[in-house]
């Protein structure tokens, strides 16, 4: 009903309006569309006249913010953001940076360890997963997985009921993703005088742990462009493998680059007989790059990643 916290007046030349402006400690966006919901007079209730409600948080997120303009509501934070659609006036105000750390918001979803359900549930978005199947597939712990979902189902990403949980809508998740990105990784940059798909070849008969990723791996999901560099992961990179390979030491030149990771690489697929990273990392990383990585990120995604959501 008409419930808020406090109560505003605007005065406009000749006009009133009165913002009812309600208070909460976080702004997630299923609860804005609950307090939404539960804002509509009921039969026979009467609003303010001219009454704007507004809903005001410690910090709102992008997503939270999206919600807002999706439902028409007025909004406005104590960073100093807001956004208020009056009779006369409409203000906006964007970009105040989130002073509450304790706000973490969507990024503790893309921690090693957490963005691994993120990965697997992005990998098969529509299916109807149980949360044991998560947990088995990400090779994380069951509470580990119901945390996720919880913040998940938070911004409206995920659907569950009957045991079983669905991503809504993937491309949010994975841009939101994009955002947060920070690999876990050591680079090493070296150089070689040989072609791509000949260093590529030379890899394939001499390790046995790697995967390739970025434009090396584009190139095998969905062929976009030539590429001039080879990128690849590994669980650990041994100083002998660089002559084995005939690499040697970039000097501010390189064209490969060698991600090691110390751990095991998840969601291998193999695509004619060559180890890559999934679609999904494989995105990630490019999105890492300049300028042709990122429409090389943009064809896996319309070529590739999309048609296996449909």
Avoid: M
């Amino acid at each position: 009903g008409a419930d808020c916290d406090f109560e505003v007046r605007v005065k406009q030349k000749s006009t009133v309006q009165t913002l009812l402006c309600q208070v909460k400690s976080r702004a997630w966006p299923n609860e804005i569309y609950a307090l939404a919901h539960r804002a509509r007079p009921v039969h026979g209730e009467s609003l303010p006249e001219k009454s704007v409600r507004v809903l005001i948080a410690p910090y709102f997120s992008p997503q939270a913010i999206e919600t807002c303009i999706d439902l028409g509501l007025s909004w406005a934070d104590l960073a100093g953001n807001g956004e208020l659609r009056l009779d006369r006036a409409y203000i906006k105000v964007l970009g105040n940076a989130n002073p509450f750390r304790q706000g973490r918001g969507t990024a503790s979803l893309y921690s090693p360890q957490s963005s691994r359900v993120v990965h697997a549930l992005l990998l098969d978005p529509f299916r109807a997963w149980t949360t044991e199947e998560l947990a088995k597939s990400a090779g994380v712990s069951l509470g580990q997985v119901s945390s996720i979902k919880k913040l998940l189902q938070a911004n409206n990403w995920l659907e569950a009921g009957y045991g079983k949980s669905s991503l809504i809508e993937p491309s949010k998740v994975l841009e939101d993703w994009s955002q947060h990105y920070t690999p876990q990784r050591k680079a090493i940059r070296l150089y070689t005088l040989d072609k791509p798909a000949d260093l590529e070849a030379k890899i394939q008969s001499t390790l046995s742990d790697y995967a390739f990723t970025e434009l090396s791996a584009a190139h095998r999901f969905a062929p976009f462009t030539r590429h001039q560099r080879v990128a690849l992961y590994v669980n650990r990179w041994h100083e002998d493998l660089a002559s084995r390979l005939g690499l040697s030491d970039g000097d501010g030149a390189s064209n490969v680059t060698i991600y090691e990771t110390g751990t095991e690489i998840p969601f291998l697929e193999s695509i004619n007989g060559s180890r890559c990273v999934s679609p999904i990392q494989t995105y990630l990383d490019l999105r890492q790059l300049s300028g042709r990585g990122q429409d090389a990120a943009k064809h896996l995604l319309e070529t590739v990643i999309q048609s296996r959501w449909k």
